[in-house]
Nanobody
Framework: QVQLEESGGGLVQAGDSLRLSCVSN????????MGWFRQAPGKEREFVAR????????AYADSVKGRFTISRDNNKNTVWLQMHSLQPEDTAVYYC?????????????????WGQGTQVTVSS
């Protein structure tokens, strides 16, 4: 069972930056695609970004493209989400996710392991 632990959330102002971290206890971390999803109050969980097991392939939701960057270090079993130019609409609980395969799509049902989430609040 893969366990994921997120950190780095907080309260920031519009225009600020934050970096979220997620550490996995998986034995074969490089075999797992890693992703970030978020869920705002009253809304469904939505895809934010994902990265392949090797780190070579990444994808982003249109709403964060150009502002967020996902990266990973397979030697540290860690994936990050660097967020710039944060806006109030980015306010949500951010979840780290892992898939059993090196590649996974944007649909949350394709992901097998989830962290507990970290709150990001952006004030205007």
């Amino acid at each position: 069972q893969v366990q994921l632990e997120e950190s780095g959330g907080g309260l920031v102002q519009a225009g600020d930056s934050l970096r979220l971290s997620c550490v996995s206890n998986g034995r074969t971390f490089s075999n797992n695609a890693m992703g970030w999803f978020r869920q705002a109050p009253g809304k469904e969980r939505e895809f934010v970004a994902r990265v392949s097991g090797s780190g070579a392939i990444s994808a982003y939701a249109d709403s964060v493209k150009g502002r967020f960057t996902i990266s990973r270090d397979n030697n540290k079993n860690t994936v990050w989400l660097q967020m710039h130019s944060l806006q109030p609409e980015d306010t949500a609980v951010y979840y780290c996710a892992a898939a059993r395969n090196p590649l996974a799509g944007d649909t949350s049902g394709l992901w097998h392991y989830w962290g507990q989430g970290t709150q990001v609040t952006v004030s205007s």
